[in-house]
């Protein structure tokens, strides 16, 4: 375990429970966690992960790469493609000839 809250940073491990109950982690900030309850993504790596795709994005868009929702409809936006991949969660794209 963490001896520092994955969420805050800042609460130190205050005490771990384990059987019979599932292992559970409490921190002195008051955050707890254990099966299920997984910490949040760092928030820093996410941004960092979709700065990079929007640019992939808006590179192929400049090189005439064509996108296309689940449905067929033409996705002619960086914003439309995002708002497709966050909607459907998958796009297709048809190379520029």
């Keep these: ?4 809250c994955p969420t805050c940073k800042k609460g130190e491990l205050a005490t771990t429970t384990s059987a019979p109950m599932p292992v559970t982690a409490v921190y002195s900030c008051g955050h707890a966690f254990g099966p299920g309850t997984e ?4 928030a820093a790596a996410a ?7 929007i640019a992939e994005i808006r590179d192929a ?3 005439g790469v064509k996108h ?8 002619t936006t960086d914003l439309e493609i995002v708002e497709a991949l966050r909607h459907d969660g998958e796009i297709t794209f048809e190379p520029r000839r």
């Excluded at 941004?47 to 795709?53: F, G, M, P, Q």
């Design 47 to 53: 941004r960092a992960k979709a700065e990079i795709l």
């Design 39 to 42: 910490p949040p993504p760092d």
């Design 68 to 75: 296309y929702a689940v449905d067929g409809r033409p996705l």
């Design 1 to 4: 375990m963490n001896k520092r």
């Design 61 to 63: 868009l400049r090189r």
